[in-house]
């Protein structure tokens, strides 16, 4: 069902280009590619920007709250990195109302559309809240599969879907495909880990010690550092001159 904005302003794919292009900041763009790694050879290459802010972009996305799912994969395909982010935000809003049936559609949409999720601001900003949410009861198996991936992106969304699980106390998926990603040669992927296994710590500081006790030789620095950034001194220094 459209919201009110939608059905009465008939707002499509098109009118949220434009409106986004409305925005656009050269300034902010030519920062944001540097940010966002999109030089030849680095992470995010290829990628362009518009330069429009994220409170700019979440402030969008609510005019069009109740677009149709073939408008939201115009939108992810599109080459324009605001784009693809507003487009997470109404596919976000679109699986937080829809019921089961419709939830399993968008669960099945995102991952046919991963290589359009294809930065880290934007497998943070919507894998838990899609995936995560869907597989909150349900076997788990695909995020072993995302986690085994070629993709960058795909691996670190197996690591960052678990962020739903960690928030309801269920941490047993984060540490084990952390343990997968123990191997992985990117860095972002190390910093991922290493943020949700602190997000674990927060949760049980007891369940992230023994793990870490348990784990400290295979882990990469980068991820121990991230796993440890909010125990005490004493604590952190135990664990970094283990390595």
Excluded at 12 to 28: H, R, T, V
Excluded at 117 to 145: A, C, M, P, Q
Excluded at 161 to 169: E, L, P, Q, S
Excluded at 199 to 209: A, Q, R, T, Y
Aim: some cysteine; hydrophobic content about 40%.
């Amino acid at each position: 069902m459209k919201t009110k904005a939608v059905q009465q302003m008939d707002l499509g794919a098109k009118d949220l280009e434009i409106l986004l292009f409305k925005k656009q900041n050269k300034k902010s763009a030519k920062g944001a590619e540097r940010f966002f790694k999109c030089g030849k050879g680095q992470y995010g290459e290829g990628d362009k920007f518009l330069g429009v802010s994220v409170p700019e972009c979440r402030k969008i996305a609510k005019h069009f709250f109740g677009i149709s799912l073939s408008d939201i994969e115009k939108l992810l395909q599109n080459p324009w990195h605001e784009v693809r982010l507003v487009s997470l935000f109404l596919l976000i809003e679109h699986f937080r109302v829809s019921n089961e049936k419709e939830q399993k559609k968008i669960f099945d949409f995102y991952l046919k559309n991963t290589k359009y999720i294809n930065n880290w601001d934007l497998v943070d900003t919507s894998v838990y809240k899609i995936v995560g949410e869907f597989l909150l009861e349900k076997d788990r198996i695909v995020l072993y599969s995302l986690a085994q991936s070629k993709s960058l992106w795909e691996r670190r969304m197996s690591i960052v879907a678990t962020y739903r699980f960690i928030k309801n106390g269920d941490f047993k998926d984060a540490l084990e495909i952390s343990k997968i990603l123990s191997k992985d040669s990117e860095d972002l992927i190390h910093k991922a880990c290493g943020w949700m296994l602190r997000e674990v710590g927060k949760k049980d500081k007891k369940v992230l010690s023994k793990f870490l006790d348990n784990n400290f030789k295979i882990l990469p620095r980068t991820t121990l550092r991230y796993a440890i950034e909010r125990m005490d001194e004493k604590e952190r220094k135990y664990f970094l001159k283990r390595v």
